[in-house]
């Protein structure tokens, strides 16, 4: 195999999304030589930006919002902002508004976001400060639990006080509740209800399944916390620092350079081979930031593999497809609501019972006629990203996996647009261009979105923990030795921090055994001839 630029590198890393670029960064401040092969013509995966809508408008592609990124410790670790991150928020974090004109909105300062709350039933500003009152006191270390290696050995330490001054078994029972639940128990008028669910738009949660509370529970209190932040001038400013940062470690990034396959001889990976043809080999690991069905019978065949896991993987399940819509707008959006049009992130659906019956149309494969959707402003969160006086907008919503009779994409279009006139009469003639991004769309420019998902597998929980990507011990190492699996198929699963990659990052690192538990030399020889 031929070695890449001046020897072989230690690990390649095959993608250069966010948790490719993120793994590749921790493996170079430990001194690993780094090249990470990406397919595209430009790295960042699904955070990427452009000015393919209108010339003077920039639209991300795929994510927007990181609330994620700025609180994730293996994205703090790396102190982008020393190679050019630079974060804007809009005057609120999230808004949504109902059909009678009040709104919802959730504000950085917590006693606005309170008085938002105790309008929509006396004492749910009170009941909404106690729901924070127990995120200061878990929160950090359950983030901590929640994106690290699984299981938290090491993280118990710290979370279980949390857990005992936050309620115990109180707490405990709190995380499991279904966010319709939560919202019933907690609050008696419909603002924070609205909140907590609406955030399920984020994933694939329906208000009732498992594990929806504590989701909408946490991307409030981090926008409570650290708002709903975007990176100046686009997603892509934040692709760019993770790239200059690994370029200043050493790493090398190759861009338009595919991986068909990866080498595995006697058990272990050994290295890739591009698409063109060209053998790489790897040092001492490969990581490969794709999703999970793509690498094990895809990228690894099938003889490499233990019988089990093909039938694990045809288990896999994706999340819905999603169809998204960027909006040039010629101003800013005329919401019946004023206190919309000061948020970030506004969540569009009726009710929670509208949520409900979205979510049952999806799950039978029926294309919602009210969808529900999540709207970005993305010039109220960074003027630089339109001329002043105008909005660069985008909306989506999701769509059924198994759907026989799909809708024309601009049907489809037209009805989110419609939702969005319900609630801001004259939005449609604000529209100076617009781009429908189909679930196809989406793919053609970044493969790892299977069919529009965006999420790397659904989020419920018999596809997380232990059982992501499939049933296992959760962790990033597959039954290949020097393989790592290290995209959002693996825990802690989609999100723009970095988690996966570290934590595969972290794994290889620490790895220094063979399948037959025999300890390797740090640097373990490359077997001749080529494969």
């Not at 799909?406 to 604000?430: I, T, W």
């Amino acid at each position: 195999m031929s070695p890449a630029h001046g020897g072989a590198p230690d690990a390649i890393v095959i993608g250069a999304g966010p948790n490719g670029l993120t793994a590749a960064n921790v493996l170079a401040d430990a001194g690993w030589r780094v090249l990470v092969l990406e397919a595209e013509d430009e790295p960042g995966g699904a955070v990427r930006s452009d000015r393919g809508v209108h010339p003077d408008y920039v639209h991300d592609l795929f994510s927007a919002f990181y609330p994620l990124a700025v609180a994730s410790p293996p994205l703090r670790a790396l102190g982008l902002e020393r190679w050019g991150v630079t974060w804007s928020h809009a005057p609120a974090v999230l808004a949504h508004p109902t059909p009678d004109g009040r709104c919802a909105v959730l504000h950085r300062d917590q006693e606005r976001t309170a008085m938002s709350m105790e309008g929509f039933a006396p004492g749910d500003g009170e009941a909404y400060l106690r729901l924070l009152a127990r995120w200061d006191r878990l929160g950090p270390q359950l983030l901590g639990a929640l994106l690290g290696p699984f299981p938290p050995v090491r993280r118990l330490a710290t979370l279980l006080p949390g857990l005992r001054a936050a309620g115990g078994l109180r707490m405990l029972r709190m995380l499991t509740l279904p966010a319709r639940r939560l919202g019933e128990e907690e609050f008696a008028g419909d603002g924070a209800p609205l909140l907590l669910t609406g955030c399920g738009l984020h994933a694939d949660f329906l208000p009732e399944s498992a594990g929806s509370g504590l989701f909408g529970w946490l991307l409030v209190m981090l926008g409570q916390r650290h708002g709903w932040p975007v990176p100046v001038g686009g997603a892509a400013a934040l692709t760019a620092a993770l790239a200059r940062r690994l370029a200043d470690r050493g790493g090398e990034l190759r861009c338009s350079t595919p991986v068909s396959g990866v080498v595995v001889r006697e058990g272990r990976c050994l290295g890739v081979t591009t698409a063109d043809g060209e053998p790489i080999r790897a040092r001492r690991a490969v990581l490969a930031d794709v999703p999970a069905p793509a690498l094990y019978g895809g990228l690894v065949g099938w003889e490499h593999l233990p019988d089990r896991l093909r039938a694990d993987v045809r288990r896999f399940q994706w999340d819905h497809p999603t169809i998204k819509v960027d909006w040039a707008l010629t101003r800013p959006i005329p919401w019946a609501s004023p206190q919309a049009g000061a948020a970030g992130t506004v969540h569009l659906a009726d009710s929670v019972d509208h949520l409900t019956r979205y979510a049952a149309d999806l799950v039978t494969g029926t294309p919602p006629r009210r969808p529900c959707a999540v709207l970005g402003q993305m010039t109220t969160s960074d003027p630089s990203r339109s001329p002043e006086g105008t909005e660069s907008a985008w909306a989506y919503t999701h769509l059924p996996r198994d759907n026989a009779a799909p809708a024309p994409p601009e049907a489809l279009a037209d009805r989110l647009e419609a939702e969005v006139e319900r609630y801001a009469p004259g939005f449609r003639d604000a529209i100076a261009a617009r781009r429908i991004m189909a679930p196809g769309d989406l793919e053609r420019h970044n493969r790892s979105l299977h069919g529009g998902a965006v999420n790397g597998g659904t989020a419920a929980v018999h596809q997380q923990l232990i059982f992501r990507p499939v049933p296992g011990t959760g962790r990033p190492a597959t039954p290949v030795a020097g393989l790592y699996l290290a995209s959002s198929s693996a825990h802690p699963g989609g999100g723009v921090h970095g988690a996966c990659g570290a934590n595969a990052a972290r794994a290889a690192l620490r790895a220094r055994l063979t399948p037959a538990g025999l300890d390797l030399p740090r640097r373990p020889p490359w077997r001749s001839g080529r494969s």
